[in-house]
């Protein structure tokens, strides 16, 4: 049984959700603030957190980057808030799906079950510190600068040996990478690789997962030598 954190402030939403995911057979808990529910990212250990981004003791974007600091969890935001800037400001910090408030319930049921399924968190994960001999997405470039693994697996990418965190967009964005290294993938390319169950994304939100990659995985990520930008096409990876 896969269970759902629900971080919702709105009784009526929060009992909806609760109610419709728990007939979905989901084990759902609800919290009502930001602090309860980071706790429970511990003591629950939900496969997936649906958050709203205005709670009565802080901000939803500020949750959603402390999970991320510690947890591959998947994070759909489902939130009243539906302008462009604030659903790439989510992407940004961690968030893997938006919703915007209202929503069809079978769709909010059939965006968390491809999250879960996405995420792959009901495999055993290892604990090593670097890919194990079966890393299904080995190793793309050996020289001395760079050293980039995957493991799909675990979900998990390495960077000179060491485990970096990424979301699963980001993931997924690097997978296409590391299998097609030198060709040019599109903005269109890349959309349809993170895209889940018709989830919102955009050109923008393309974007913004590549400068998050630069950062973990180029020396200096305003000169990129691996991601590389193709003006007016998209993006390619270098070895």
């Not at 802080?58 to 998947?74: A, T, Y």
């Amino acid at each position: 049984m896969y269970k759902v954190l629900v971080i919702e402030d709105d009784a009526m939403i929060g009992d909806m959700v609760s109610m419709y995911l728990g007939e979905e057979g989901f084990k759902v808990i609800r919290h009502e603030n930001g602090r309860d529910g980071l706790q429970a990212v511990h003591q629950f250990g939900p496969d997936i957190i649906l958050l709203d981004l205005i709670l009565p003791d802080m901000d939803g974007l500020e949750l959603c980057q402390q999970v991320r600091e510690i947890s591959k969890i998947p994070i759909m935001i489902v939130s009243m808030k539906n302008k462009v800037v604030e659903r790439v400001n989510a992407l940004a910090v961690g968030a893997d799906d938006y919703m915007c408030k209202p929503f069809s319930m079978h769709e909010m049921s059939a965006r968390v079950h491809a999250l879960i399924r996405r995420s792959k968190l009901y495999q055993p994960k290892r604990s090593a510190n670097a890919p194990s001999s079966n890393t299904a997405v080995m190793v793309a470039e050996r020289d001395a600068d760079n050293l980039v693994s995957l493991d799909q697996d675990t979900r998990s990418m390495w960077v000179h040996g060491d485990l970096i965190e990424t979301t699963y967009s980001e993931f997924e964005i690097m997978k296409c990478f590391l299998k097609n290294p030198g060709r040019v993938f599109s903005r269109e390319d890349l959309l349809q690789t993170v895209r889940g169950f018709d989830s919102f994304v955009t050109d923008r939100a393309i974007d913004v997962h590549i400068a998050n990659l630069r950062k973990k995985i180029e020396v200096n990520p305003k000169e990129p030598k691996r991601i590389r930008t193709v003006w007016g096409v998209g993006y390619k990876f270098v070895l």
